[in-house]
């Protein structure tokens, strides 16, 4: 048999799951999705930014 060697990094996330579990039982992200026009340009949408700045602060 042939296996191939994965590396794996662990971080550790604190309050970060918490937080972002918090956020996604408010539905914030759909909130804000529905209040922000949404441009075909985006690759990422205007809720999950909003989310990101929350969870990392």
Same mark, same amino acid.
């Given at each position: 048999?042939?296996?191939?060697?994965e590396?794996? @990094?662990?971080k %550790?996330?604190?309050? &970060?799951?918490?937080?972002?579990?918090i *956020?996604?039982d408010?539905?914030?992200? @759909?909130?804000? %999705?529905?209040?922000f &026009?949404?441009?075909?340009r985006?690759? *990422?949408?205007t809720g999950e930014?909003v989310?990101?700045?929350i969870?990392?602060?």
């Amino acid at each position: 048999m042939d296996y191939q060697k994965e590396e794996f @990094e662990s971080k %550790k996330l604190d309050h &970060l799951g918490i937080v972002t579990g918090i *956020i996604d039982d408010i539905v914030i992200v @759909e909130k804000i %999705k529905n209040i922000f &026009l949404i441009d075909s340009r985006e690759n *990422i949408n205007t809720g999950e930014v909003v989310k990101a700045i929350i969870s990392y602060m």
